[in-house]
Every structure is written in C-alpha cells, then in structure tokens.
C-alpha cells in the first residue's frame, strides 16, 4: 500500500531508496549505535556529520529538500525494525532509547545531508529526534500528543526566529492510517491588498505548552504573517498560538482569508513505516486530522527532526526577536 494522497493541487513528490542505499542506511546505524552506545557522546555526533558530508550516489541525490512549490516530498523505504522498536510508548518520555538508536541515528544522518539538525532545550528534554504519539491526558490539547482533535495546520514552532528551514517526519506505527496535513501558501490566491497586510508586522505568535512556563518566555513582538523568500512566498502560521482576533478588522479579515485558503488546497498525506516526509517549513503548514487513540501499543508513532538551512536566510527583522528565551542545540558545534 503507497501513502495515500487526497489533494487536487499538484502531485505528491516521491523518491523511492534503491535497496543499496537501504542497507547502508541501516548498517550505519545499526554500527553507530553499536559503537558508541548513545548520542551523548560527542564522538557518535561527529561520526554522523562525517558519515553524512560523504554521501554521495543516490543518497545525495535524494536526500534533499523538496524541488516543487508544494514544500513537501516523501522518501520511501527506511528500515524500520517494529519489533527491535517496540510498541509505541504512551508518552515521548517512555521511549526505549537504546532500541531507538539506531532508527534515530539514521534520521540524523539523513537531516544532517540536508543541513543542520538540533533539538529544542525545552522540549522534550533537548532530544535531537522528538518522538510524536498521542498521550493520555492530552487527547484535545493543540499538541503533537494530541488525537480526539484536529491538530490545526501551523508551521513548526512559528513562535522562534530559529525555526526549523526542513523538517523530518519518519513513520515507525500507522495501523490506522491517520493523515497528516499539508498546506502550501504557494498554492494559495490572495488578493495583492490581502498580500500586502499580510506582509505588515502585526500580531506575535507564542510558544505552545510543550515548553514549559509561559511566565519565562518575556515580552511578546509582532511579526509578519506573510514574507519573501528569493524563490517566492513564505510564511509564519499557528493560528491557536495567535492572538489574531486582536488585531485590526482589515489584517483579521486577511488572516481569516488566508486560513481559508489553507484549507482550501490541503492535502493529505499517510505516512507508512519507512516513510520518511521531508517538509519546507517556510513554505508548508502541517497538520493531523483526529483519530481515536487506544493507548495500547499500537497507536500512530512518528519521530521528527529539525534542521536549519544557514543558507536560507530569513527576513533580517528575525534577529532582533527573543524567541522568549528558547534555546537550541545543535548536533555540532561546527557549521556544514
């Protein structure tokens, strides 16, 4: 069964791993792991920026940010070993991480082809590879925990200048084969006056609960919904950590139009175990329809990692935000 797309805007980009590439993927991982036990260690760390500025052949060609205006394309064909990993853990807390290393290796070994991967200091305890299951308790909260709920479209951690450029999302359990959803604002029409509000700094956009005490995050500034990327339209979107309805009737309108239209040309997607979506973050805003967890061991399982593009800028107005006092921390120290 291939992932199943629902969408009428442009097709799904996909790229398949030839079985070479497969087995080398898994093998250094599995020796990786094997070698130094975890990703603590700073020697593991520099093996898979080595290992990742070597690739070359198939893997380089593939391993690559997506190539079409729909921000978003899918590579097949990850090993995924379910019963090494487990049955899906109630909460990201409860991961085996020894039985994961090897799986969360390889993803940094792909995240590290295409440029930086780093993990959030207050999320998830500053882990490189985020694990996202649905969690007791948080059934109808808008996190990746979430499940009952639509998990509303939104770009990963909007909230921060130093937000992921790419992202990966790797499937490891999808037995209900739950969508994740998939905006392009390159697919959207908006009128040039919408455009143009849009573009204005108006509202700010605040962090989500996973990080902790919204008394520490500091003074909140507005930001632009809408920018400019040298390739075409960008943008910065959580509307359920936007205090949208605040702003001036004219940027409300535009920012519920520009929602619509969000919606309009979603698509969804359904990742299968060794699928691994590779997500531009400043063009797509992603999602998850609802489902009904079991909690049971067999709930949807994916793993996700950042990655930042220093050769990507972003609109210079970023540097003087202070990403309300939210830290990164980089697989290495050294730039690619």
Request: glycine share 8%; proline share 8%; aromatic share 6%.
């Amino acid at each position: 069964m291939s992932s199943a797309v629902d969408s009428a805007v442009r097709p799904l980009e996909i790229r398949t791993l030839g079985t070479r590439s497969r087995a080398m993927l898994h093998e250094l991982g599995t020796t990786l792991a094997a070698a130094y036990g975890s990703l603590s260690n700073p020697r593991c760390r520099q093996a898979i920026s080595a290992f990742a500025a070597n690739m070359d052949g198939e893997l380089r060609e593939k391993i690559r940010p997506p190539a079409t205006d729909s921000g978003i394309c899918v590579v097949r064909g990850l090993f995924v070993d379910e019963r090494s990993l487990g049955r899906t853990p109630p909460i990201w807390s409860a991961v085996d991480e020894a039985a994961s290393l090897p799986t969360d290796l390889q993803m940094l070994l792909l995240g590290s082809m295409i440029g930086r991967p780093f993990g959030w200091r207050g999320q998830q305890e500053g882990r490189l590879v985020n694990n996202v299951m649905p969690a007791r308790g948080y059934e109808n909260v808008q996190t990746g925990a979430s499940s009952s709920l639509l998990l509303s479209p939104h770009t990963e951690d909007a909230f921060h200048p130093h937000r992921s450029h790419v992202f990966l999302l790797s499937c490891i359990r999808n037995v209900d084969a739950v969508a994740t959803t998939i905006s392009s604002v390159r697919d959207v029409e908006l009128s040039p006056a919408d455009r143009e509000t849009l573009l204005r700094p108006t509202i700010p956009i605040m962090p989500d609960l996973t990080y902790g005490d919204m008394e520490r995050w500091g003074p909140a500034g507005p930001i632009p919904t809408l920018w400019e990327r040298s390739d075409g339209l960008c943008l910065r979107y959580d509307p359920d950590f936007t205090p949208w309805t605040e702003a001036d009737p004219e940027y409300q309108a535009a920012y519920r139009r520009l929602s619509e239209e969000l919606e309009r040309v979603g698509r969804r997607v359904v990742l299968e175990p060794g699928d691994v979506a590779i997500v531009d973050n400043d063009v797509v805003v992603h999602g998850r329809v609802p489902f009904t967890a079991r909690f049971d061991g067999t709930d949807r399982w994916l793993k996700r990692v950042n990655i930042a593009m220093p050769d990507r800028p972003r609109p210079v107005t970023e540097l003087d935000e202070n990403g309300y006092g939210q830290q990164v921390e980089y697989l290495c120290l050294e730039s690619k």
